[in-house]
């Protein structure tokens, strides 16, 4: 396979080091990228807050496609930018890391705690592969309405099913279904998110009447 399909399609790959024309230009697309990504990222995090519009432009102008109604908090970082596809009404507090390169998902309604981390990219555990510079990458999604606790970190290959809530500090490393609460290190899956939660907002703290 080339240097694109090993990546898009879950294998190893190398950055650099080709023979193959196709992949040695491919390789050289993606150097460009990865440099007007950080070019972008940089004029983001460099602008003053209070200049709203011109950097909701600069994320239209970084990310592969974003919802109208979309905010992350300076500082943040991706790879790639152009990998990650974000829906609307999505909130990031500071600090927001996306390692995308390939797809990251993201759905509508969605917010993250500080110091939250996707990345789709690993290494081998074997050494002599690192040695050679093996990464592989596997496409992450996040669903619409999900909420995302501070100091998280999303793996490569997960899913996070719709309205579903990952608490701090969790190290998802496998799929989490729809509407349930999971956290942990490895994040694991706690309980479904039910009626319960319609009267309490936290556990033992009753809903406000005025809600």
Same mark, same amino acid.
């Given at each position: 396979?080339?240097?694109?399909?090993?990546?898009?399609?879950?294998?190893?790959?190398? $950055?650099?080091?080709?023979?193959?024309?196709?992949?040695?230009?491919?390789?050289?697309?993606? /150097?460009?990228?990865?440099?007007?990504?950080?070019?972008? =990222?940089? $004029?983001?995090?460099?602008?003053?807050?209070?200049?709203?519009?011109?950097?909701?432009?600069?994320?239209?102008?970084?990310?592969?496609?974003?919802? /109208?109604?979309?905010?992350? $908090?300076?500082?943040?970082?991706?790879?790639?930018?152009?990998?990650?596809?974000?829906?609307?009404? #999505?909130?990031?507090?500071?600090?927001?890391? +996306? +390692?995308?390169?390939?797809?990251?998902?993201?759905?509508?309604?969605?917010? #993250?705690?500080?110091?939250?981390?996707?990345?789709?990219?690993?290494?081998?555990?074997?050494?002599?592969?690192?040695?050679?510079?093996?990464?592989?990458? /596997?496409? =992450?999604?996040?669903?619409?309405?999900?909420?995302?606790?501070?100091?998280?970190?999303?793996?490569?290959?997960?899913?996070?099913?719709?309205?579903?809530?990952?608490?701090?500090?969790? +190290? =998802?490393?496998?799929?989490?279904?729809?509407?349930?609460?999971?956290?942990?290190?490895?994040?694991? =899956?706690?309980?479904? +998110?039910?009626?319960?939660?319609?009267?309490? #907002?936290?556990?033992?703290?009753?809903?406000?009447?005025?809600?």
């Amino acid at each position: 396979m080339s240097l694109e399909e090993n990546m898009k399609n879950g294998k190893m790959f190398r $950055e650099y080091g080709h023979s193959d024309p196709k992949d040695i230009a491919y390789a050289k697309k993606l /150097e460009t990228l990865r440099i007007t990504c950080k070019d972008k =990222v940089f $004029e983001y995090n460099h602008t003053i807050p209070s200049s709203q519009d011109t950097k909701k432009a600069i994320l239209k102008d970084l990310l592969g496609d974003c919802g /109208e109604h979309i905010w992350i $908090e300076a500082p943040m970082f991706f790879a790639y930018g152009c990998h990650t596809h974000i829906g609307d009404y #999505f909130y990031a507090n500071c600090h927001l890391t +996306i +390692i995308d390169d390939v797809d990251v998902y993201i759905g509508d309604h969605v917010m #993250f705690g500080p110091n939250v981390t996707i990345t789709v990219t690993g290494h081998p555990l074997d050494k002599d592969y690192r040695l050679k510079a093996a990464h592989y990458s /596997e496409k =992450v999604t996040i669903g619409n309405n999900v909420w995302i606790g501070a100091n998280a970190v999303i793996l490569p290959g997960v899913s996070i099913g719709d309205n579903s809530v990952i608490g701090a500090g969790s +190290i =998802v490393t496998h799929d989490i279904p729809a509407s349930h609460l999971a956290y942990g290190n490895p994040c694991r =899956v706690i309980r479904e +998110i039910n009626e319960y939660d319609k009267v309490y #907002f936290r556990k033992g703290k009753k809903v406000n009447e005025d809600w």
